[in-house]
Each structure stands twice: as structure tokens, then as C-alpha cells.
């Protein structure tokens, strides 16, 4: 699935279950229908002489159901995310590797009651009750596992969009791509970092595996394009607290002290108006400019259409969407505020 479906966290794609609580039992009963799905389909695979599967975890605000089980079991999630490990066929492109899995699950279900597909990225599940609950797809490849359980991982309480644009605006500033499935990266063109939205380009490097250590890695790598050994690179103190963050304490305060340290590094090393990065002229613009991306990709997932289906499903979906966006509009702020104090100095 597209990573800004899993930022909204909407669980909107379709109308038959618009009207279902996904309380933490739910969670926890989705999980155990799609460990079985998994285990079924993979026999189904076998007999095609397919690779098989693996199921992963949850991910986003559905991934601390044990915890609100026992703190707070009558709350709702916007949907549930379940990791969806994929083998990676050589000769396929990521986008043709993930269709070909999604169109045979489509073709495994055909028919079925219990569990339907449309060949998209996600399944639609018959509880015990008789309610239906959507569960999201998201493929990965394994040796990826770290990187994406942590990238997809938010704060406790909060939705996965309020930290995961941090990351979006991090990138889009700095010429990489933060997505949940394959690290931070870099296209490179002519010797230089271009958007990562550009079609043609030389090499794309891969900058960091590591959501623990991604603050560094990013950092080393603009050092090293500037010609420099990485290993001399000056490592502000502010970088060497927070070189990425922890996955098993996730906090999107965190995420901000990163990108702020980045900013930090960069700076000490004269890195900014130079080269690679000859398009920030200072860390004050460099973190403008990230606030603005912010703020900029935060509006535009209130806004989203993906919320279109909900208030057609009549009142208790309307109020599902009003209650995600005033959420999504609140962390928006909180985080915009993390981006702008200065609570540390080189």
C-alpha cells in the first residue's frame, strides 16, 4: 500500500465496514484470522510452486492493541495495518512484485465469505460476530524488516501521519526518500542528490537500513558527497544524543530532535550552500523549509478524499472522520511545535 494510506490511517476503502469498532478485541481477533490467512494461503502458493509468505506484526496506532486491552479496551483504531511479507522476485519491479501477490490472494479468495479481496492491498474479514473488518496490506521484503517496523511504528496515542511526515518532510528536503520499505535513499545524478521524484538518474544509493542511526547515516553520506572522509566528520553533540530514534519508545518529540541535529551536524561541518546541499543556505533555512513541508503534507492528509467513503456511510462513519481529522489537525500542531523550539545548542 501507498505509505500516505498508512499515514492517514483511514481504514476507508470500503463501505461494508464502515460501521465496525476496531476495539482492541477486534485487533486482536483480526490478528488471528490473518495469522491463519497466511498460513492457508502459502499452502495455496506450494501448489502453484509459488514463494511463500510471511506474516508480520502490526504496525501503526492498531500495534499497541495488547497494551490498550488492558489500559483502555474501548478504544478505536482508524484501521488495522498488518506487515505482509513478500519474497522478492529479481525480475519483477516492487510495484509488479507486490500486484502479482495482491491478484493471487484476489484469486485465492474468490468466492469466499469470510475473506474477500479486490486484488488491491488489503482484505476484508468476517469476524465471529458477522461485522466485516478491513485489514491493510503492508508488503515488505523480510531482510527489510527492521527499517519498516520501526519506521511504521508511532507514538503511543497519536497517528502514524503526525511522526511519518517528519520523516516526508526530512526526506523532500534533503533529496532522499524515508518510506516505510527500504531505508533512507538517494538518487544521484551527475554527482549530486536530485528529488527523488526524478525519472532518469546514474545511481541510487542506499543511505541507511537503520531507524536507530539514520540522523548519522544521513549526515555521513552529505560529508562524504562533499568529498570528505566520513570518518572525520565533526559529530555535534546534539547528534551524538540523538542519532535516530528508538523503536521500542517511539515519540515524535524524538523525531524532531533528530532532524534538528541533523541540521546541527550539517552546519558544523559547513556543509550548508555548499555542493549537495547548495540548495539550504543555513540550518535556519534548512528547517523552514522543513516546517513548511510539514505543514504543507499534514493539510493535505485532512483534506484527504480517503475520507470521502466514511461520511457517505451515513452518521457513525461521518463522526469516525471528523474525530480522525480533528486528531490528525492536533498532532499537526504539537509537532510543528517540536520542529520550532530550540531546546539544545551545538
Given at each position: 500500500m501507498k505509505l500516505v494510506d498508512l499515514l492517514i490511517e483511514g481504514g476507508f476503502a470500503s463501505s461494508l465496514t464502515q460501521n465496525t469498532a476496531l476495539t482492541p478485541n477486534v485487533v486482536e481477533e483480526c490478528v488471528v484470522i490473518y495469522n491463519r490467512f497466511v498460513v492457508d494461503f502459502n499452502k495455496y502458493l506450494s501448489n502453484k510452486s509459488m514463494p511463500n509468505v510471511k506474516a508480520g506484526t502490526p504496525v501503526g496506532s492498531s500495534k499497541y492493541y495488547k497494551k490498550d486491552l488492558q489500559s483502555n479496551p474501548k478504544k478505536e483504531y482508524g484501521d488495522v495495518d498488518m506487515l505482509f511479507y513478500i519474497p522478492r522476485m529479481e525480475e519483477l519491479s516492487d510495484n509488479k512484485n507486490k500486484t502479482l501477490y495482491y491478484k493471487e490472494i484476489e484469486a485465492f479468495t474468490e468466492g469466499r465469505d469470510d475473506i474477500k479481496s479486490t486484488g488491491e492491498n488489503f482484505i476484508i474479514v468476517k469476524l465471529k460476530n458477522g461485522e466485516y473488518a478491513q485489514i491493510d496490506l503492508v508488503s515488505a521484503y523480510w531482510e527489510d524488516r527492521d527499517w519498516i517496523e520501526g519506521r511504521m511504528t508511532p507514538e503511543y496515542g497519536t497517528k502514524g501521519a503526525v511522526g511519518g511526515y517528519m520523516y516526508s518532510a526530512l526526506a523532500e528536503v534533503l533529496n532522499l526518500t524515508m518510506g516505510g520499505h527500504s531505508g533512507?535513499?538517494?538518487?544521484?545524478?551527475?554527482?549530486?542528490?536530485?528529488?527523488?521524484?526524478?525519472?532518469?538518474?546514474?545511481?541510487?544509493?542506499?543511505?541507511?537500513?537503520s531507524i536507530k542511526t539514520f540522523g548519522l547515516?544521513?549526515?555521513?553520506?552529505?560529508?562524504?558527497?562533499?568529498?570528505?572522509?566520513?570518518?572525520?566528520?565533526?559529530?555535534?553533540?546534539?547528534?551524538?544524543?540523538?542519532?535516530?530514534?528508538?523503536?521500542?519508545?517511539?515519540?515524535?518529540?524524538?523525531?524532531?530532535?533528530?532532524?534538528?541535529?541533523?541540521?546541527?551536524?550539517?552546519?558544523?561541518n559547513d556543509l550548508f550552500g555548499n555542493g549537495a546541499l547548495s540548495h539550504l543556505s543555513s540550518k535556519e533555512d534548512y528547517m523552514e523549509k522543513i516546517?513548511?513541508?510539514?505543514?504543507?503534507?499534514?493539510?493535505?492528509?485532512?483534506?484527504?478524499?480517503?475520507?470521502?467513503?466514511?461520511?457517505?456511510?451515513?452518521?457513525?462513519?461521518?463522526?469516525?472522520?471528523?474525530?480522525?481529522?480533528?486528531?490528525?489537525?492536533?498532532?499537526?500542531?504539537?509537532?510543528?511545535?517540536?520542529?520550532?523550539?530550540?531546546?539544545?545548542?551545538?
Amino acid at each position: 500500500m501507498k505509505l500516505v494510506d498508512l499515514l492517514i490511517e483511514g481504514g476507508f476503502a470500503s463501505s461494508l465496514t464502515q460501521n465496525t469498532a476496531l476495539t482492541p478485541n477486534v485487533v486482536e481477533e483480526c490478528v488471528v484470522i490473518y495469522n491463519r490467512f497466511v498460513v492457508d494461503f502459502n499452502k495455496y502458493l506450494s501448489n502453484k510452486s509459488m514463494p511463500n509468505v510471511k506474516a508480520g506484526t502490526p504496525v501503526g496506532s492498531s500495534k499497541y492493541y495488547k497494551k490498550d486491552l488492558q489500559s483502555n479496551p474501548k478504544k478505536e483504531y482508524g484501521d488495522v495495518d498488518m506487515l505482509f511479507y513478500i519474497p522478492r522476485m529479481e525480475e519483477l519491479s516492487d510495484n509488479k512484485n507486490k500486484t502479482l501477490y495482491y491478484k493471487e490472494i484476489e484469486a485465492f479468495t474468490e468466492g469466499r465469505d469470510d475473506i474477500k479481496s479486490t486484488g488491491e492491498n488489503f482484505i476484508i474479514v468476517k469476524l465471529k460476530n458477522g461485522e466485516y473488518a478491513q485489514i491493510d496490506l503492508v508488503s515488505a521484503y523480510w531482510e527489510d524488516r527492521d527499517w519498516i517496523e520501526g519506521r511504521m511504528t508511532p507514538e503511543y496515542g497519536t497517528k502514524g501521519a503526525v511522526g511519518g511526515y517528519m520523516y516526508s518532510a526530512l526526506a523532500e528536503v534533503l533529496n532522499l526518500t524515508m518510506g516505510g520499505h527500504s531505508g533512507a535513499q538517494m538518487k544521484i545524478k551527475g554527482g549530486k542528490p536530485v528529488k527523488f521524484t526524478t525519472p532518469k538518474y546514474d545511481e541510487l544509493l542506499t543511505v541507511s537500513r537503520s531507524i536507530k542511526t539514520f540522523g548519522l547515516d544521513i549526515c555521513r553520506k552529505y560529508f562524504e558527497l562533499a568529498g570528505e572522509d566520513p570518518k572525520k566528520m565533526k559529530v555535534s553533540d546534539s547528534l551524538r544524543k540523538n542519532p535516530g530514534v528508538n523503536p521500542k519508545d517511539m515519540k515524535n518529540s524524538d523525531i524532531a530532535l533528530t532532524i534538528k541535529a541533523i541540521g546541527d551536524t550539517l552546519e558544523l561541518n559547513d556543509l550548508f550552500g555548499n555542493g549537495a546541499l547548495s540548495h539550504l543556505s543555513s540550518k535556519e533555512d534548512y528547517m523552514e523549509k522543513i516546517r513548511t513541508v510539514y505543514e504543507q503534507k499534514m493539510k493535505k492528509a485532512i483534506e484527504s478524499s480517503k475520507f470521502d467513503k466514511a461520511y457517505q456511510a451515513g452518521e457513525i462513519g461521518a463522526k469516525k472522520a471528523d474525530k480522525a481529522k480533528e486528531t490528525l489537525r492536533q498532532g499537526m500542531e504539537k509537532a510543528l511545535q517540536y520542529l520550532s523550539e530550540h531546546i539544545y545548542s551545538i
